[in-house]
Structure formats: C-alpha cells, structure tokens
C-alpha cells in the first residue's frame, strides 16, 4: 500500500499506484480532492503529453502546484491518465 502525506495528513492511499520515472501515481478515485485545488499551471513530456497541476492545503499548509497528472496522455503513458503524483513536498511511502 503506498501513502502521500503533506502536513501529517494522508491525502492518497492505493495498493495501485503506477510508478514512472521513480513517481508513484495515484489512482484518481484514492486521492482525497478536498485537500486539492486546480491550478493553471501545465508542464510538456516529450513523451507523457501536457500535465496539469494542483496545489496542495492541509490545515493552513499550502504547497503551489505539488501534484500533477495527464488528463490527455500521449498513447505510451495511456496507463496514468488521471492518476495523480506528487513533488517531494509529499511524504510518499511504499
């Protein structure tokens, strides 16, 4: 089972993470989105297609744009569409 905790707080836990590049990517239905907020920043992969970010809150502890995900991945990352990973700001454990 791997976790994502920001400010001691769980915010995702799944058994089905996907890791690429040494990024565990959360399913999207095992993040808790009431701890994420939209944002309209966006990062280019060569080979990922054009990630979407989210800052982080939890309990007055904000981290800018620390998760993103692919809602449109290019076809070799078609097995992370919407899951959901996390800059180091996130404690994720496996």
């Known amino acids: 089972m791997a976790t994502a905790t920001f400010n001691g707080t769980v915010i995702a836990e799944s058994d089905e993470t996907v890791v690429v590049e040494g990024n565990h ?3 999207a239905d ?3 989105t009431e701890f994420l907020s939209g944002t309209d920043h966006n990062t280019r992969c060569g080979w990922k ?3 979407n970010y989210y800052s982080i809150e939890v309990d007055g502890q904000r981290a800018e744009n620390a998760a993103w995900y692919y809602p449109e ?3 070799k990352a078609e097995n992370i569409k919407n899951y959901v990973a996390f800059y180091n700001v996130v404690d994720v454990q496996a």
Request: no cysteine; charged share 15%; glycine share 8%.
């Open 49 to 51: 297609g054009t990630a």
């Open 30 to 32: 095992s993040v808790k």
């Open 25 to 27: 990517y959360f399913p």
């Open 73 to 75: 991945p290019l076809e």
